[in-house]
């Protein structure tokens, strides 16, 4: 072990893979910073090749600065973590922060789990939540955000560090007034996203041929997006036909006035079986999604008809 005796030990802190690791790493950067461990370097793991090269060469005393932060890309590729250097971690307030990001999961880490720090993968927030979350992120960014237009961003928007964007996005726009649904629909859609709340309206109102129209930007999108998309915005209705005390059922979800209306709109236009069968059928096309027997866009448009025909 001699060949250590000039290196200053390090904390190590490991960030999961996840899609909203870049933006974990971003902030622990700027917290580590604002703590006095600037980020002095950043590497790719296959310049050092194992554990062993990356302390000797990452983290001697002189190369960079008395406190650091150094980044290590694509950490999975340094192996198993050797356990004869697992005493040569400190704890947070060691002088050198190596911060690990994987691609993979962390498993070549047990050996050190407990002497180390881990951001995990950020929870996703379930479906029903979306809504009320985003208004909380709002809150803290310092604004309001009225509920139909959360609701809106949570049923078109899957990916939740997408939301955030938008919500840190609206922020910057709405410099501390309420954002309405129109804000919404003006500041967070392109033409291809404003194609689909045209086509949400278009099946709730049954309007064919704004459902036509739409789906000519769509298909260029995954399927998923708008698979999700229909079955979220027919999801009040759903439960308005499978319940007596439908108001009562739906209060537990969440559901916004604007939600309710073309709900309500869907199934006077189509009545409860056949939005019963649409969601039984848009079940069993999202789980093909997810196999390698995809129905597509063919067989999505085919439920789509069958509904909207009333077959």
């Known amino acids: 072990m001699g060949g250590f005796l000039s290196v200053t030990m390090p904390h190590i802190i490991a960030i999961e893979n996840s899609e909203a690791q870049r933006r974990q790493l971003s902030e622990t950067l700027n917290s580590l910073a604002k703590k006095g461990w600037p980020l002095t370097a950043k590497y790719e793991a296959q310049t050092f090749g194992k554990w062993q090269a990356l302390f000797e060469n990452a983290i001697t ?72 979350w985003l208004i909380n992120l709002a809150k803290e960014k310092g604004f309001k955000l009225a509920p139909d237009a959360s609701q809106l961003l949570a049923d078109t928007i899957q990916s939740q560090e997408e939301l955030r964007s938008e919500v840190h996005k609206l922020s910057l726009y709405s410099q501390g007034r309420d954002v309405n649904i129109s804000d919404v629909e003006e500041l967070s859609f392109d033409e291809g996203g404003r194609a689909q709340l045209i086509f949400l309206d278009g099946v709730c109102d049954n309007k064919p041929l704004d459902v036509i129209r739409s789906l000519k930007y769509l298909r260029t999108n995954p399927l998923i997006i708008t698979l999700t998309a229909i079955t979220n915005r ?36 189509f009545g409860e079986n056949a939005i019963k069968k649409f969601m039984a059928k848009s079940i069993r096309l999202s789980y093909l999604e997810k196999t390698n027997h995809s129905e597509g866009w063919q067989g999505f448009e085919l439920i789509l008809w069958e509904l909207m025909t009333k077959i």
């Open 61 to 132: 005393p002189g190369l960079f600065a008395t406190r650091e932060a150094i980044v290590i890309e694509n950490a999975e590729t340094l192996g198993e973590f050797p356990t004869e250097l697992s005493n040569l971690i400190e704890d947070d307030k060691a002088d050198c922060i190596i911060i690990l990001m994987f691609n993979t999961d962390t498993k070549n880490l047990k050996a050190i789990t407990n002497q180390i720090t881990f951001i995990k993968a950020e929870a996703q927030i379930p479906a029903w939540k979306r809504r009320d």
């Open 234 to 269: 027919l999801r009040p209705a759903l439960i308005v036909s499978c319940f007596e005390n439908s108001d009562e059922a739906l209060k537990t979800t969440g559901a916004s006035n604007y939600a309710m209306k073309k709900a309500r709109a869907a199934l006077k236009n």
